[in-house]
């Protein structure tokens, strides 16, 4: 295990075992104290199958969170939050190999360009030219470009280096996603920051800048589960939507281009509901989705940081909420997941919805719907957005 030097005098090198008490593997229920040394710790995770090496790097913050994040991907593996007693457990679904990621990943904990959900049969127009990008996806058998395609920024080795400032330690990534990349026009420069705080928040900056006009929206796909990975069925977590309108689909998951409220429908989540406790209503809009897979329309679209979600699990007291400066979040409750997907855990299985996701972003089509806040990045302009995941217990 290598020792990372920071460049912050403040934060300590050391290794995970050597953090006094703050983290130790053992899997749920171990102990997490607050008011750790914070620490960056990177080993080697494994290997992609073109042989490309990929580290794994340990943020332990002064709060007591951890997380175990990877440069292929920008993917979380791990990430150990305290429950209401103190005892922290991981909460997000992942693989312990690349491999897992490479066979049969949905996504997990990672980083999503170019484009972060769908575009309606892979095309779209821009500047009077029609672009055609790979339809990987097809929901209700209509084709759509999913994820950024083929080979989406989730399936990169990202360059990568830690970061810290004052008790906060992050990784910094960046990559350049070429011309024509999966289709899209222009050269994208891209620089994603992870910054763990002292106060348990997960602050995620992006940034992009490119040579030639072109969609970007960038998400991450973490799915969380607070009673732990492999633990059940997310339809027992209470959660808050920050959004009074959302986008209906078409059988293809596809935006109508409306945009319509949520009150008195399965869809209004502007105070706590159980996600499971209207998830089979009599609605097309839920049968199109095969439960809840639909983008809220924020209230919240100064482009200032701001609530979007609001999550909590009552027998853990874990309690997180999402804040970003996107105008959209995509919730998707694990609707594809099945049990033929191997958890972290020896010789256990994920089952359906057995994770949720709440992608901070702009609305799916976007590059199609001219009724939505534009998602075109212009060479000269820079494409920053700030999402945080601030967790906690109650
Ligand atoms: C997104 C989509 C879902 C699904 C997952 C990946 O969240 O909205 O429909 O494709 O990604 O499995």
């Known amino acids: 295990m290598k020792k990372v030097v920071l460049r912050s005098a403040v934060v300590a090198c050391v290794t995970v075992a050597a953090v006094t008490g703050c983290y130790s593997d053992k899997g749920a229920g171990a102990k997490m104290s607050n008011g750790c040394e914070p620490s960056v710790v990177v080993k080697p995770f494994g290997k992609t199958k073109d042989g490309q090496l990929v580290q794994q790097y340990t943020l332990t913050g002064a709060g007591g969170v951890v997380m175990d994040v990877i440069d292929y991907g920008g993917k979380v593996v791990r990430l150990y939050t305290p429950d209401r007693t103190g005892a922290k457990t991981d909460i997000t679904l992942g693989f312990n190999s690349v491999s897992g990621y490479e066979t049969q990943d949905p996504y997990f904990g990672s980083l999503i360009g170019r484009y972060g959900n769908r575009i309606a049969n892979g095309k779209f127009m821009l ?3 029609t672009y055609t990008l790979p339809t990987n996806n097809s929901p209700g058998d209509l084709p759509c470009s999913l994820h950024g395609g083929n080979k989406g920024f989730d399936a990169y080795v990202w360059h990568s280096e830690p970061l810290s400032e004052g008790k906060s330690v992050g990784i910094k990534f960046t990559m350049t996603s070429p011309d024509g990349d ?30 030639k006009a072109t969609p970007v929206n960038l998400t991450q796909h973490l799915y969380f589960n607070f009673k732990g990975e492999a633990e059940g069925t997310i339809l027992d977590h209470e959660l808050t939507l920050f959004a009074d309108q959302m986008t209906p689909v078409t059988k293809g998951l596809i935006p109508t ?31 199109f989705g095969g439960g809840y897979d639909h983008n809220w329309v924020l209230n919240n679209r100064s482009g200032k940081l701001a609530p979007a979600a609001a999550l909590y699990e009552k027998t853990t007291g874990r309690y997180m909420e999402v804040w970003t400066t996107e105008p959209a979040i995509q919730f998707y409750c694990g609707n594809f997941l099945t049990d033929k997907v191997p958890s972290k855990k020896p010789g256990r299985n994920l089952c359906h919805r057995g994770g949720l996701a709440l992608e901070t972003q702009h609305s799916p089509d976007s590059p199609n719907q001219p009724d939505f806040p534009s998602t075109i990045l212009r060479p000269g302009a820079v494409y920053k957005t700030v999402t945080e995941y601030r967790f906690g217990a109650k």
């Open 127 to 129: 500047d009077g030219k």
């Open 182 to 211: 999966q289709g899209y026009p222009g050269k994208l420069d891209v620089t994603v920051c992870y910054w763990l705080s002292p106060a348990n928040v997960w602050r995620i900056e992006y940034e992009a800048v490119t040579d």
């Open 257 to 287: 281009g409306k945009i319509v409220p949520v009150k008195g429908t399965p869809f209004d989540f502007t105070t706590p509901w159980q996600i499971g406790a209207r998830i089979n209503a009599d609605n097309e809009q839920l049968r």
